[in-house]
């Protein structure tokens, strides 16, 4: 007895010490500790005073948010504009990051030049072929990443009638990935897009998608689900099934891909009390608890720094949106702590 009774005092002053640690760590230190990705989008344009502390202190991995995309890279047929994702590139190297380039092919950000699809199937084959090739090969080594299409497939589970779709067809797909492999065979290649968390007929087509694509030895390495969700009640766990969210990351991984959580915010409908940004750390949370708990999820990226800067903001028409993990004034949210404690304390023992 006498034993324990010296032993008790230890033991506590242990486990304040560890929780003290934890506090006060960054999140990309708790993540590295983990050898996982916590990351967060981030646009060239803002990379200076607290935005750029923060993202640098806080993530080991950056997304870039806009500037990759073609209509910012390609804007016209004869020129490429690479000056924000040099930007990016550059101030991840400075601060020892790993950069997820987001994305090569995205109907919602397609150049006008190119848009008329007054093009034949080897015309349109060959403009694909030099775009991406222009692109991955200027940053092969730096841009460890590639999202390389973007929301291809519709909530009904068809194929998006994108500009890509209506010139080539649906093996658009394959070639872009077999076009980026080319360009850089070390880099990591994914299939990104929203929606498709759950079991559900979306997420069973991006299956049959990726499935179909290794079957025929097209080069890829994972799926990204982007989980844009909105604060569900604390009782509900989340907004969405989190056994069904598992089983999907369990099945791709089955496959032999990774899986990055990788447009991660939690809107709600109005501004945000303490209870509502109580539900939205508890969220948070398990998101990230069930991304440490399934072996093939490797990254969690939040979409966005801070509040200040939330595309949820325009697109919901709410001036309040709150979606993310550090409030207007770069201030760390209850759903900071609520992932800086998941990546510190999570094992897989916790899981009912």
Known sequence: MRNLLILFPVMLLMALTTSVTAQDQPLRELADARDIYIGAAAQS????????????????????????????THPTATTYDFTGTDKLVEFAEEHQMVVRGHTLLWHECFPDWLASDDYTRDEAIDIMREYIHTVVERYKGRIAIWDVVNEAITDNGLFRSTPWYRM???????????????????????????????????????????????????????????????????????????????????????????VHITELDLKHPGKADESVLEQQAQNYRDVVEICLSAEPCTAIIVWGVTDRYSWIKDFDNNPDAAPLLFDEDYQPKPAYTAVQQALAEFTTDDQS
């Open 45 to 72: 344009g803002l990379l200076e005073g607290d935005y750029a502390d923060v993202l640098s202190r806080e993530f080991n991995l950056l997304t870039t948010e806009w500037e990759t995309k073609m209509c910012v």
């Open 168 to 258: 080539i067809g649906e093996d658009y797909i394959e070639l872009a990935f077999r076009f980026a492999h080319e360009a850089d065979p070390d880099v990591l290649l994914f299939y990104n897009d929203y929606g498709a968390e759950v079991l559900n007929r979306k997420s069973d087509r991006i299956y049959k998608l990726v499935s179909d694509m290794l079957e025929n030895e097209v080069p890829i390495d994972g799926v990204g689900l982007q989980m844009h969700l909105q604060v569900g009640d604390v009782g509900d766990r989340l907004p969405i099934n989190r056994q069904a969210v598992t089983e999907n990351i369990n099945r791709l991984g089955d496959l032999g891909l990774q």
